[in-house]
């Protein structure tokens, strides 16, 4: 294990080990930088990167540029986890050999994917590696759609959300399905740690992606990751509608270590009520319409449930 | 602790997976993904029982599926190491996609195919559809007709990917269970020569290069992927084929085992000749030996490099030949077979008055007998005569049913 980072403020974090450069063509607003700046700062150490395909790869390495001062691969759609997971095995193959060319390095080995790439088409993927231990993170910047092809709905859209193949219409609200409780299933495979992160909460990101570099062993963080485009919001308002996110507990932070000890990171002190959430986004616009308002009633009540559920989990310490 | 290393007989009995296993073993591969599929199945697993014995030192990963497994070997690759897996048939298929990307990253790994047939309907005996599948992926395909063939290839196989001009990923193709499970006596090197034949592993772009960053794997739209696909064409055309001479030369300097892009049998002065793959080979070598004590100059083509396709040496070989068949273990849906349209595309051009037909042979494990090769012989000879093909041009050999022929 390698001394973990001390990061005093924001403004020294924020510009403390630049390997993301701020030249890639993201949208305008776009968090997916905010979360991998985030995660990138969070450690001096080296690093082994992949991307799936999606919006962060298709921005950041348009040949002959590239927006990455570190290691990095992009293979396909599915297997951004597997490709560092096969980085992983090498160090390790070469660390016993003793060939590594710096072997006083300790790099991190870090996949990111959107949740189209990890909810849907990479999951067994991620679960392979997930169960196989591999000492490797891997964080989902979910933005609940898949961005990069233009809005179609993922396993990761919720309940009401009108997505380009999910679209609300005379006769349809949008998205039916109930969003994949990915932190659910990835915890189930008694990995060692898991963790929702948001960028927002910058110091609850950093201790969790600090504690999951440090941990021997497979990482999944989901972080939320607010899409202007998709979510249909002002590219100034991100953090805005991050901070709505989790104030209404939409998207709670939380941590589950070895599978089972759940903890709470983050409770807000006033509690936004969900239509506020909702009502920010063009993607849910139509919820608004008299005969769909008993969706956001529903949306807040499996919201509340879903805060019973993640707190008496915590007190039970199981 | 180090590795031990295996005191090996001379000559062993070794069927075709243990032999690739064997050469994995000594080539000391750094990671080994891989998911089992029959037929291949025993060489991850003689890799396996390497491992728990502490004769190899690398990481083996099972991963949970063929994608996976080379999605860990391109990793374990662009990481900077000798990579090295094996498949066949459907788990091939569920790779095809991370075959390209492979190679389209020139990242050199060495690929295992145990040659069988794609489903539906399901069959788990030989032919050559999952080898015709990939063709185009832009890996190197060597092709063994035997065990002893399958551990050669392996060893030439990684000297040839990793060469630093080359830097693309080979496939040593072996015919399923006719190969990789009939034993035979294999004539083995030892570990210290194996190994120094091979060569310690020169890593180039490696992402273990903390101080020179590397990004792999990029987006290339309309302005650079023709430059991008193009380079990598012709440096598979150009730079290849010498570099598997060189290898081959070397290999015969330390073996005394002699290998050739085309493995030419009694074609000196042919006037009727067989070109195949895999097993069928050797049953036609010695068709084509009694053919001559019957008067009938028949000679044989077995190829060694599927890709890149051996044109010019094709075209040198059959130049002179009356009557060719190209037998193809695939039944090609709606075309001509694979071998058929690459024989005749090396000959196009030529003088050449070669008659050519194309026979579909052994799908799905089917049996090439002598008598199908005599039968096939004595057709041949009867164009050759006639100087005309006297049956249709694409036809099939030993199926049951109607007789199915066309063109």
């Known amino acids: 294990m390698s001394e973990m980072k001390k990061i005093k403020n924001l403004k020294e974090f924020s510009t403390s080990a630049d390997r993301f450069e701020g030249a890639n063509l993201l949208c305008p607003g776009c968090a997916h930088s905010i979360i991998v700046r985030e995660v990138l700062n969070a450690t001096n150490d080296d690093l082994v990167l992949a991307a799936s395909t999606g919006c962060l790869e298709v921005c950041t390495a348009v040949y002959p540029y590239t927006s990455w001062d570190a290691s990095w691969i992009h293979i396909g759609f599915e297997n951004g986890s597997t490709a ?5 095995a090498m160090y390790k193959a070469l660390k016993t050999k003793g060939r590594l060319k710096q072997p006083d390095r300790n790099p991190k080995f870090i996949a990111f994917g959107g949740d189209g790439a990890s909810y849907d088409i990479g999951f067994q993927w991620i679960s392979g590696c997930m169960e196989r231990n591999h000492d490797m993170m891997y964080v989902v910047l979910d933005n609940e759609v898949y961005a990069n092809t233009g809005g179609q709905r993922s396993s990761s859209t919720p309940i009401g959300a009108s ?53 021997e062993g497979a990482v999944f963080i989901n972080a939320v990751s607010p899409c202007t485009t998709e979510w249909k919001f002002d590219p100034k308002d991100t953090m805005h509608l991050t901070d709505l996110a989790t104030d209404s507990l939409v998207f709670p932070l939380y941590e589950i270590i070895d599978g089972h000890e759940l903890n709470i990171t983050y409770r807000p002190k006033n509690v936004v009520p969900v239509e506020e959430y909702l009502a920010a986004q063009g993607r849910f616009r139509h919820l608004f319409k008299d005969e769909y308002k008993y969706l956001i009633k529903e949306w807040q009540e499996r919201v509340d449930k879903n805060w019973e559920y993640l707190n008496r989990r915590e007190e039970a310490r199981v | 602790m180090a590795f031990d290393k295996l005191e090996l007989n001379e000559i062993e009995v070794w069927d075709g997976n243990y032999a690739a ?25 003689g890799y396996a029982k390497f491992k728990s014995d502490n004769l190899v030192e690398g990481e083996f990963v099972m ?15 662009a990481a900077g190491g000798r990579v090295a897996t094996a498949t066949a048939s459907q788990g091939l298929a569920l790779m095809a996609e991370t075959l390209y990307q492979a190679s389209g990253m020139r990242l050199p790994i060495v690929l295992n195919i145990v040659n069988r047939a794609l489903a539906a309907p399901l069959n788990v005996n030989c032919d050559h559809s999952d080898m015709y599948m990939v063709r185009d992926s ?70 273990l290069d903390f101080e020179h960053p590397v990004t792999h794997g990029v987006q290339t739209e309309e302005d650079w992927h023709f430059e991008h696909k193009a380079r990598q064409h012709a440096d598979t055309m150009n730079i290849v084929p010498g570099k598997i001479d060189e290898v081959f030369a070397e290999f015969e300097k ?23 793959m895999g097993t069928s080979v050797e049953t036609a070598r010695e068709v084509a030996g009694e053919m001559r004590e019957k008067g009938i100059k028949a000679g044989v083509v077995g190829l060694r490099v599927v890709r890149p396709f051996p044109f010019m040496e094709i075209a040198e070989t059959l130049k002179d030949v009356k009557a060719v068949a190209a037998l193809d273990r695939s039944a090609p849906g709606g075309a001509a077979g694979m071998l058929f349209n690459e024989i005749a595309g090396s000959l196009f051009n030529t003088d050449s008055k070669m008659l050519l037909s194309g026979y579909i042979y052994g799908l799905g494990g089917r049996d090439l007998t002598k008598k199908h090769l ?20 694409q036809q099939f050999i030993g199926v049951r049913g109607p007789k199915l022929a066309f063109l």
Request: hydrophobic letters at 40%; charged letters at 20%.
């Open chain 1, 84 to 88: 560092v997971a096969g980085a992983e």
């Open chain 1, 163 to 215: 997505a380009t193949t999910t679209p609300a219409g005379k006769i349809s609200y949008g998205e039916t399905r109930n969003k994949k409780d990915m932190m659910g299933i990835m915890a189930a495979h008694n990995i060692p740690y898991a963790a929702q992160v948001a960028p927002n909460k910058w110091k609850d990101m950093v201790k969790k992606i600090q504690h999951g570099m440090n941990t």
């Open chain 2, 21 to 45: 296993a064997q050469a994995l073993r000594q080539a000391q591969v750094d990671v080994v993904s891989a998911y089992p599929i029959t037929p291949s199945t025993a060489i991850v697993e």
């Open chain 2, 63 to 77: 991963v949970e599926s063929e994608h996976a497994a080379m999605s860990g070997c391109i990793g374990a690759a």
């Open chain 2, 138 to 207: 832009g890996w190197i395909q060597f092709d063994a007709f035997s065990p002893q063939e399958a551990y050669d290839l392996n060893l030439i196989a990684f000297r040839v990917s990793e060469d630093h001009e080359v830097r693309l990923p080979a496939i040593v193709n072996q015919d399923g269970f006719l190969t990789s499970h009939t034993a035979q006596g294999v004539h083995t090197l030892s570990d210290d020569a194996a190994f120094n034949f091979v060569g310690e592993y020169k890593p180039m772009n490696d992402m």
């Open chain 2, 254 to 276: 330390l073996t005394g085992r002699k290998y050739n892009q085309v493995e030419k049998y009694n074609m000196d002065d042919a006037d009727v000749a067989v070109v195949c």
């Open chain 2, 374 to 393: 005599v039968d096939l012989y004595t057709e041949l000879q009867a164009n050759a005569d006639a100087g005309k093909l006297l049956t249709k041009q």
